[in-house]
């Protein structure tokens, strides 16, 4: 379980206070542009500190810890994958950040690339691959670091309607289905109707406590109306 307690961050003039706890499965993040949502996953992520408040995972204060030391991984839109590397060494990063990997870490690796369907294309640079097939290596590497909470600041926002909504299959089957806590901000209402167990409105500088998707969306508070603008 994650839990933000009584938590407030700040950049300049912007606050958002969270106090909220997560259970493990899919929870969409939305709200609108400029609303903290990016600024929720950077705290939980270790790149910003709260001003006040405290970062719990199962019950463990991270608050201080570096990101590197917090049981979490974490897909941006952009700069998922270093493009001087192959897709092999991209994802291998999640099991030897120096790239000195075992025979056994080198199987692994292949094994990763298999299951998000890249098999056989390791050797290859990102800019040889597709958007959707760098979504998958990106994700490839996020099963290999094996951390509890995978964190997706529109990792596939770039992408059109059916890769956004098969890449957003892939993180369901592979990642939830393993037992994972998955939090994705999105823009797109539809993703956290299709997707997404439970939703965290972030507005009004606050970010709500998980509510279940579809009661919510059946009767929205009035932040999440003006949102949708209904």
């Known amino acids: 379980m994650l839990t933000l307690d009584g938590v407030t961050l700040a950049q300049g003039d912007f606050r958002l206070t969270a106090d909220l706890r997560i259970a493990p499965g899919l929870t969409a993040v939305i709200g609108p542009s400029g609303g903290g949502k990016s600024t929720l996953l950077a705290a939980v992520a270790g790149f910003l500190a709260p001003?006040?408040?405290r970062?719990?995972?199962?019950?463990t204060d991270i608050t201080a810890r570096i990101p590197g030391d917090r049981p979490v991984t974490m897909l941006f839109q952009d700069n998922n994958l270093f493009p001087h590397l192959t897709i092999a060494q991209n994802v291998g990063l999640a099991l030897a950040p120096r790239l000195r990997l075992t025979m056994v870490q080198q199987g692994q690796v292949s094994d990763a690339l298999a299951s998000v369907g890249l098999e056989g294309m390791g050797d290859r640079k990102p800019r040889a691959l597709s958007g959707g097939q760098q979504g998958r290596a990106a994700l490839a590497r996020a099963l290999l670091?094996?951390?509890p909470v995978v964190l997706l600041d529109e990792a596939?926002?770039?992408l059109g309607p059916s890769l956004r909504h098969e890449m957003l299959?892939?993180?369901r089957d592979r990642l939830v289905g393993q037992?994972?806590?998955v939090i994705v901000v999105t823009h797109d209402p539809q993703d956290a109707r299709d997707f997404?167990?439970?939703v965290v409105l972030v507005a009004d500088g606050m970010a709500h406590p998980p509510q279940d998707t579809a009661a919510l969306f059946a009767d929205?508070?009035?932040a999440l109306r003006a949102y949708l603008g209904t």
């Open 196 to 198: 997404a167990n439970q």
């Open 169 to 171: 299959t892939l993180v």
């Open 145 to 147: 670091a094996d951390r």
């Open 220 to 222: 929205p508070p009035a």
């Open 51 to 53: 001003r006040a408040g």
């Open 55 to 59: 970062i719990l995972w199962d019950g």
């Open 179 to 181: 037992g994972r806590t």
């Open 156 to 158: 596939f926002a770039a």
